[in-house]
């Protein structure tokens, strides 16, 4: 019975590997990617014969909830920390050199975590109306519905943003 789980992981890792570390660095840093990459596929070694044939949404929603668990694990850590002694804060990355995708950012993270990480599966990780109704565990009607509501959460946060309308933001115009 082993030969068989370990031929089905040796078959599964190849087909979900990189899609999960981009996932997967997308969202966190570099070492907790890695921890939370690890992670997620000992949970798929643990429960490989539950892993269904289409097995990357699955397996994103597993990833998913391994990150939460990091992040959950990151701020009990920093809680004890700042109780020992005070801390400064690590220093921020350069800001990315194209303006538009600075403004998707900001306008990403303005959003509500649940509709940005909606839009993230959607637009980053291009998954399908019924691939994040697995992931997320919920109707694909449901993801539809939440999907278009949080388009358009987004596109009002973008308008907000100076300069990131596109078009809309033209100051010189032809007269006849």
């Given at each position: 019975m082993t030969d068989g789980r370990r031929e089905r992981f040796?078959?599964?890792?190849?087909?979900?590997?990189e899609p999960l570390r981009r996932f997967l660095a997308r969202r966190t840093d570099a070492a907790t990617a890695d921890d939370v990459l690890a992670d997620t596929l000992l949970v798929c070694w643990r429960r490989i014969d539950e892993v269904p044939d289409e097995a990357l949404?699955?397996?994103y929603g597993v990833a998913r909830l391994c990150l939460a668990n990091a992040e959950r694990s990151g701020r009990r850590q920093?809680?004890?920390?700042a109780r020992i002694a005070t801390v400064d804060p690590p220093a921020t990355a350069?800001?990315?050199p194209d303006p538009a995708v600075d403004a998707?950012?900001?306008?990403?993270?303005?959003l509500p975590d649940a509709d940005a990480e909606l839009l993230r599966f959607w637009a980053w990780e291009q998954l399908s109306v019924s691939d994040i109704a697995v992931v997320l565990d919920v109707t694909p009607n449901a993801v539809s519905i939440r999907l278009h509501r949080a388009r358009e959460k987004?596109?009002?946060?973008?308008?907000?943003?100076?300069?990131a309308a596109g078009h809309d933001q033209v100051t010189e115009r032809r007269t006849p």
């Open positions: 040796e078959e599964l890792v190849p087909a979900i590997l949404p699955w397996a920093r809680r004890v920390a350069s800001g990315d998707v950012r900001e306008a990403i993270a303005a987004l596109r009002d946060e973008l308008r907000k943003i100076p300069g």
